[in-house]
């Protein structure tokens, strides 16, 4: 079943992310931090984002999850104050890297992977990952229809993601699922969105001035 995210699956979460992290197949030992993919792609939504979160759950284990902010200006103006130092006192920065560790520990120390290509018509952004034992199943598509109708229903426009260009199998499933590709610079990455079917953005503008606002 799909449920909301609860407190308690942060860890169980984080694994799925760890089991998925290296293009869909299973990145243990391809950091020296296991825990640093979750740090950067997971917890945050987790933290900042929890009603955003969507947990699939399969005989009381969570086995796959999606997990969104519907403004992603918002969200990393949120990032870098309340959770850049917590994970900057836990992957201190390298610059220039010399290790696959440290240059991942760099995309968590900015906050420019979080805001992708065409943000007025695709504000939000998501990332979704099922162990393999949930995927075939349409559990994926189901959880994608339940973030979008989320985020439709408060008059988020669009949605994007990011892609590995090795993960084949995912950038084919989002396209089945009608997601498109922006334009997109090497930096970027591969870059896919979908409108929501959003009538107005209202509430999302709402939000922005209103956490701008609490801010300064």
């Known amino acids: 079943m799909i449920r909301p995210y609860?407190?308690?699956?942060?860890?169980?979460?984080?694994?799925?992310?760890l089991l998925t992290g290296d293009s869909g197949g299973d990145a243990t030992g391809k950091y020296a931090d296991d825990g640093l993919l979750a740090d950067i792609f997971l917890l945050p939504y987790l933290e900042l984002e929890p009603e955003h979160a969507h947990v699939l759950?399969?005989?009381?284990?969570?086995?796959?999850?999606?997990?969104?902010?519907?403004?992603?200006?918002?969200?990393?103006?949120r990032y870098r104050r309340e959770w850049l130092p917590r994970f900057a006192a836990a992957h201190p920065l390298v610059d220039p890297p010399t290790t696959p560790t440290e240059s991942l520990a760099l995309v968590g120390h900015s906050t420019s992977h979080l805001i992708g290509p065409d943000h007025e018509l695709f504000p939000a952004h998501l990332h979704i990952d099922l162990l393999p034992v949930a995927q075939g199943q349409g559990w994926g598509r189901r959880l994608?229809?339940?973030?979008?109708?989320?985020l439709a229903d408060a008059g988020?426009?669009?949605v994007q993601l990011g892609v590995g260009e090795r993960n084949t199998g995912a950038q084919a499933f989002y396209r089945r699922?009608?997601?498109?590709?922006?334009?997109?610079?090497?930096?970027?990455?591969?870059?896919?969105?979908?409108?929501?079917?959003?009538?107005?953005?209202?509430?999302?503008i709402r939000r922005r001035a209103s956490i701008a606002s609490v801010g300064g």
Not at 6 to 17: M, Y
Not at 60 to 69: L, N
Not at 145 to 150: K, N, P, S
């Open 6 to 17: 609860a407190p308690g699956d942060g860890a169980s979460l984080s694994r799925v992310c």
């Open 156 to 158: 988020v426009p669009g």
């Open 177 to 204: 699922l009608g997601f498109a590709p922006l334009p997109s610079t090497p930096d970027d990455g591969l870059r896919l969105g979908i409108r929501t079917g959003a009538a107005s953005p209202a509430r999302r």
């Open 57 to 77: 759950d399969i005989g009381g284990r969570a086995v796959g999850y999606i997990v969104a902010t519907p403004d992603s200006v918002v969200f990393a103006e």
């Open 144 to 150: 994608m229809a339940t973030l979008l109708r989320q």
